[in-house]
């Protein structure tokens, strides 16, 4: 596929503080230089998309129309930045969790690459030349079963999730400490 290359974001512990299921956009926080790092990679011609799993609506914790205050405050504190998402994608679904459309084993829910596909559909992008920053092994699963490259950055859970890495098949992953670091590493590989 020929087309814009992404950096597909991690929510939760890769751009904003890790809150077990956040359910109150009061306390959304963006980590220390996100917004710079990210405004980076927006400069460069990246497409910035975030991908992220939100189980706590199947889980009745929260509902969607609390989660998109969520995202209007997470693109209110990136626009006072400078910095404009093109798109934010969630998962709302739990395999065994929950009740209704919400339980289900669905091709959304990171590792699987559905969100992935659905922004290179959308945005027409080149996934080859992408990149996945996360805090979890099933952000770079993600990323690698599109063939885009993964960074795993130590906030949020990262920092326990790096030990696991070693363990993995695949190869094509990098550990930073941030996304300031991913953003580094990201235009230094270009």
């Known amino acids: 596929m020929t087309g814009r290359p992404a950096v597909f974001l991690d929510r939760d512990g890769t751009l904003n503080v890790e809150v ?24 460069a011609g990246f497409a910035l998309v975030v991908v992220t799993n939100q189980s706590g609506v199947a889980r ?39 009740s209704g459309a919400h339980r289900a084993d669905c091709s959304c829910r990171k590792p699987r690459p559905g969100m992935l596909l659905e922004a290179a559909g959308r945005l027409e992008l080149d996934l080859h030349a992408s990149w996945c920053i996360g805090d979890s092994l099933r952000d770079l699963e993600a990323a690698a079963a599109v063939g885009a490259r993964g960074v795993l950055v130590r906030t949020g859970k990262g920092a326990s999730q790096e030990a696991a890495l070693a363990r993995l098949t695949w190869t094509g992953t990098t550990v930073v400490d941030d996304i300031g670091d991913a953003a580094s590493l990201i235009l230094e590989a270009r």
């Open 20 to 43: 077990d299921y956040l359910a109150d956009p009061a306390r959304f926080e963006l980590l220390p230089g996100a917004a710079e790092g990210l405004a980076r990679l927006a400069a």
């Open 60 to 98: 009745g914790l929260l509902d969607e129309d609390v989660l998109a205050r969520i995202h209007d405050r997470m693109a209110a504190d990136l626009a006072a930045h400078g910095v404009t998402l093109d798109l934010v994608l969630y998962c709302p679904h739990h395999p065994t969790e929950g």
